[in-house]
């Protein structure tokens, strides 16, 4: 492998810009790096499971506490109300907490046993959002997963997709931000969302899509006289006027600002609440079928290093989990109920795969001395349902008070980790995870699945056990 | 015909620079540089055009200083062709947004488009770096540099303040920089310079309070590391931080020759200058009060046996300091970080990183690109490793800009006037023929480049005439440059991070296209309550002002892309108007904002 030392080896042909499998990388020079002469390649003998057409990862950020949650375990500050029950498929879950949470965790595959080194919020909430450690020395190059998702599945929009492919909610809030797109052109980056803002500007009446129309048309006519000149300051200016063009067709495409209309019923079931609307709008988006296939949602401000379980406290488990429990629910419930556009038979469900995790778990056993409970990165759970996921499944096991794990859920002794989720999530949508790219403006190789996670190599299968 | 348009093309490549005097061009100055006239712009525009034919290779357009002869220089050689130089209109909105980072106002422009005196340009210059807008927008960048956000508490208004007067009063730069490192303070509330450090602090270990009574406990090596990377980043252009996890040998050899020759000791060995420094927060009620911080030098050096979060084990025992650049040790009976400043500044790299990152910040990108990420080992063209370019793409140019800068006695000011003088940043965006990227090292045009986030904002202030409303200090400012910290909420957050506003936490990103932007444009408040005649807007100040729908369209187009209409623009505009006078102005100032032109600094 030979890596650029001169500024001619890094400069582009077209000839060298390849597509690969959709990864379309023609115009990737990023603003401030180097020109790309990249290239993919992959030893691959995995066989992506494509089995679902759109993910939605549900990130609990800031860190939900397992052990009172959906890793039970008895310890001397279990609150008295918890009310906790036993399911049917053995998982202990407060009722008092989880009611209908507790409904849909027969749709759930729970696996107990993931693992992380990061103990940092930034840091683990990074490493969700990109699927690997975070290293300032190559930062500027790593994309979210999201865009990397919507460079792959490029090759699969039709012409009728007007909708980003990635969209998220609430990103900003979280303490990574939302994340550029690397080294992948600027087109795939995510379309964050504030969902109180997304329900008032993007539902447009008639009257303001006629005056948009209005504007537009002064707007094309004003670029048109003058594109010759424009054109020759050079492609950056034309290309922002692609996308304006694009945003343009979004606009006007009558299935956006559908998808940003929801019920008094919805906000009823889904919780008035940031995360409400977001799953409420994740599920509409979803079900305009118009080319959005990967949704984050950032459910933030978990992190209770005290006051965990206060109710006097301004942020506190009780709070956040009265967010959680209707919102994840009603999602599960509304996806597995609607009927699937694209395939006759099958329910969103069917086609959508759902994650939802932290970046790291809580401290088990008593709690700490400001009454709350701070980061644990040796075992915590994630959900997944959907796209052929095996309801009911409890993979991996934790200890009597949930400080290590003692089955670790999958066909190896390691525990999983994110980087086994991600694969997993590229897995259910059909795409190569084994895949590489090199030449990038460092020098250095991006592979999908990084397997070289902190403190030593890691496998980079997917959980396929959540498929029962 | 075509002899007509050769004379003027030759004319003005050999005296673009002559504006106004008695010759030829400077009777045709006007003309040429695109003045008031609308109808006579369709004729420069075809001028201008055909003008990059005739201004032919680099070596027609005048040397103005010493980067000029450096970079034309190189261009000869080479046999790469310039862009011609910038019009009059180009240029005063460019340097305005380069300098002071807005958009000129219609009256400055016009008098600009207007003056017939001669270094009229220069003088522009100078005028822009004497404007408060000129310590705001650089005070700014200071701030983005070193992460100003809450984690330095409020002391990050005082940094502010603090930044701001240095700048203003062209404070030595080799001084600030000293002043950073070397900053002890019981609160960090009143000691600005202090701010730099307490921002880089890491935690321990989450949920335990400091032992504030046994400072032999308290260690802090990540704080330090932190600012090792820091220091090393912002005042030599190296990035250290791969060395601050492992040695380079074995990992750097494809990436950078000379960090491959450091290893992990001497990075702990530079880091060991703040080995004595420990920042301890002050308390309330057993819990630390964030961003506000003790900074002093409290402790014993450097002990890799420390506990860590951030890195894997470090070994090796106390450390003595030493400068990563040259291994010169500290001179024992000095301060530490007296000595961190003294031989950080002394070194010819710390000139010469500094001049390279304000280049790159005036001319698109840098001599060494990025501009933090120089290779020590590949500066020297008589001294190469085998196998590697040479890093620099105009090494004397460089060396000489250090220099410079260094005899200036470090004035910033000084540097940007040396840069923004030169014909080579002056030089157009409209290139002659078929660009191809690797004329990109030549600098044989202009970069185009996105505004950033805060300018986009800014010029929508400007051009609308509706301030937005953030806070520096106790005072309402509105643009969004005068404040401290992004502080945006709502629709405003949403469309400043769109325009990759940073939050001074995650890794920065540099402004780019994105879907997103066109979209909030078309719909966000941000702009949409802007372009309505209320309020005291520009566009109702027009419609009141003026009868003549012509006039109202022509200040449009000045005040929001700071140029004359064409006429073909000028008719679809006030044919826009001709059924509603108000909604019609309202659209023209909508699509204004919407162009390309608007948001692109040509």
């Not at chain 1, 206060?310 to 959680?324: G, N, P, T, V, W």
């Not at chain 2, 970069?447 to 010029?459: G, I, N, P, T, Y």
Request: some cysteine; glycine content about 8%; overall charge neutral.
């Amino acid at each position: 492998m030979s890596y650029p030392k001169t500024i001619r080896e890094v400069l582009p042909t077209r000839r060298d810009l390849l597509q690969f499998g959709g990864l379309g990388l023609a115009g990737a020079a990023a603003q401030g790096l180097w020109p790309l002469r990249v290239s993919a390649s992959t030893g691959s003998k995995v066989t992506p499971r494509g089995s679902a057409r759109s993910v939605i990862f549900y990130e609990i950020s800031g860190a939900i506490s397992h052990v009172d949650c959906f890793d039970f375990k008895e310890n001397p500050d279990t609150q008295k109300d918890f009310d906790v029950r036993t399911l049917k498929n053995g998982v202990h879950l407060s009722h008092f907490l989880f009611p209908r949470t507790e409904k849909v965790m027969d749709k759930v595959a729970l696996l107990r046993s993931l693992r992380t080194h990061e103990q940092v919020h930034f840091r683990g909430q990074y490493y969700v959002q990109t699927g690997r450690q975070m290293n300032f020395a190559f930062a500027k190059e790593i994309p979210a997963i999201g865009s990397v998702i919507a460079a792959e599945l490029d090759g699969r929009r039709r012409e009728s997709d007007t909708f980003p492919t990635y969209i998220s909610f609430n990103l900003e809030k979280g303490a990574a931000g939302a994340l550029a797109t690397g080294f992948l052109p600027p087109r795939f980056s995510v379309f964050d969302l504030i969902p109180e803002q997304a329900l008032k500007g993007m539902a447009l009446d008639q009257k303001a899509i006629e005056l948009v129309e209005e504007r537009w048309r002064l707007l094309d006519a004003l670029r048109k006289t003058e594109a010759g000149r424009v054109a020759g300051y050079g492609i950056e200016m034309k290309t922002y006027e692609n996308f304006s063009e694009t945003a343009h067709r979004l606009i006007s495409d009558a299935r956006w600002p559908a998808a940003f209309q929801i019920t008094e019923d919805d906000k009823k079931r889904y919780g008035n609440t940031s995360v409400g609307v977001s799953c409420a709008l994740a599920r509409n988006v979803l079900k305009q079928d118009a080319g959005t296939h990967y949704i984050h949602i950032c459910h933030p401000g978990w992190d209770h290093h005290g006051q965990i379980w206060d109710r006097s406290a301004s942020s506190h488990h009780y709070k956040l989990i009265q967010e959680f429990d209707p919102a994840f629910a009603s999602l599960l419930e509304d996806l597995a109920e609607t009927p699937s556009k694209a395939t006759p038979g099958k329910t969103m469900l069917d086609e959508t795969l759902v994650v939802a995790m932290s970046e790291f778990g809580r401290t088990p056993g008593p709690l700490n001395h400001l009454k709350g409970r701070d980061h644990y990165h040796p075992c915590f759970p994630a959900m997944f349902a959907g796209a052929g996921v095996k309801g009911g499944l409890v993979l991996g096991a934790t200890n009597k008070d949930g400080t290590a794990h003692t089955e670790t859920g999958w066909n190896r002794k390691e525990q999983p980790r994110i980087e086994n989720v991600v694969a997993t999530m590229y897995s259910a949508l059909g795409i190569d995870w084994t895949k590489s790219v090199h030449n990038l403006p460092s020098g250095r190789t991006y592979t999908y699945v990084d397997p070289l996670g902190a403190n030593g190599f890691v496998p980079t299968d997917e959980i396929g056990t959540i498929y029962g | 015909m075509t002899r007509g348009l050769l004379i003027l093309g030759t004319a003005a490549g050999l005296f673009a620079q002559a504006a106004g005097d008695d010759t030829f061009a400077g009777a045709h100055a006007p003309i040429l540089n695109n003045a008031k006239k609308p109808d006579v712009g369709a004729v420069t525009d075809r001028v201008a055009r055909a003008l990059p034919a005739a201004a032919g290779r680099g070596g027609k357009i005048a040397r103005a200083n010493f980067v000029d002869t450096h970079i034309f220089g190189k261009m000869e050689r080479d046999g790469v062709v310039s862009a011609p130089l910038t019009t009059d209109a180009e240029f005063f909105r460019r340097a305005s947004l380069d300098l002071t980072g807005r958009i000129p106002s219609p009256a400055e422009l016009s008098a600009f488009l207007d003056d017939k005196s001669p270094n009229k340009r220069a003088r522009a210059i100078d005028a822009f770096i004497e404007t408060e807008a000129f310590v705001e927008k650089w005070s700014y960048f200071f701030l983005d540099q070193f992460r100003a956000n809450g984690k330095m508490g409020r002391g990050y208004q005082l940094f502010h303040y603090w930044l701001k007067d240095a700048i203003r009063s062209d404070r030595p730069y080799d001084d600030v920089a000293r002043s950073m490192m070397n900053a002890s303070a019981k609160s960090n509330l009143v000691v600005a310079a202090s701010n730099v450090l307490v921002r880089e602090h890491v935690e321990g270990k989450p949920g335990q309070a400091l032992d504030g009574n046994d400072i032999s406990k308290v260690h802090q090596l990540d704080t330090h590391d932190e600012l090792a990377i820091q220091f090393g980043k912002m005042f030599l252009g190296i990035n250290l931080s791969c060395v601050s996890c492992h040695d380079g040998a074995g990992h750097l050899e494809k990436v950078n020759v000379w960090l491959t020759s450091r290893t992990r000791r001497d990075f702990f060995a530079f880091a060991a200058f703040l080995g004595k420094t420990r920042y301890i927060p002050h308390l309330e009620n057993r819990q630390a009060i964030m961003g506000h911080f003790i900074v002093d030098d409290l402790a014993t050096g450097y002990d890799t046996k420390g506990p860590s979060l951030l890195r894997t084990p470090r070994w090796g025992g106390p450390g003595k300091p030493a400068f990563i650049l040259t291994r010169e040790a500290a001179k024992p009976t000095e301060e530490p970080r007296d000595e961190m400043g003294r031989l950080l500044t002394a070194d010819p790299q710390f000139a010469r990183a500094t001049a390279n990152m304000f280049f790159a910040k005036l001319m698109g990108r840098g001599i060494v690109e990025p501009y933090d990420e120089f290779d020590l080992a590949r500066q020297d063209p008589k001294n190469l490793p085998a196998g590697w370019d040479l890093q620099p793409s105009h090494p004397e140019l460089l060396n000489e800009l250090a220099t410079d800068f260094r005899k200036s006695g470090f004035k910033l000011k000084h540097l940007f006037r040396t840069i923004c003088n030169s014909n080579a940043y002056q030089l157009s965006a409209q290139y002659p023929g078929e660009w191809k990227e690797s004329y990109s090292p030549y600098f044989a045009r202009k970069f185009v480049r996105m505004l950033s986030a805060e300018e986009v904002h800014d010029a929508l202030v400007s051009a609308t005439g509706r301030p937005g409303a953030f806070k520096y200090g106790n005072e309402k400012v509105g643009m969004a440059m005068q404040s401290s910290v992004p502080t945006a909420t709502g629709e405003l957050k949403s469309f400043m991070v769109a325009f990759g506003q940073s939050n001074r936490s995650n890794p920065p990103r540099p402004p780019a296209a994105s879907p997103l932007q066109p979209l909030l444009l078309l719909r966000s408040p941000v702009v949409t309550e802007r372009v309505l005649a209320e309020k005291d807007s520009r566009v109702q100040r027009l419609l009141d002002t003026y009868k003549d729908d012509n006039k109202v369209v022509e200040e449009l187009f000045v005040g929001t892309l700071s140029r004359y209409p064409s006429a073909g623009e000028k008719k679809l505009a006030v044919d826009a108007m001709a059924a509603n006078r108000v909604e019609g102005a309202q659209n023209v100032q909508w699509a204004l904002v919407n162009l390309a032109e608007f948001l692109y600094n040509y």
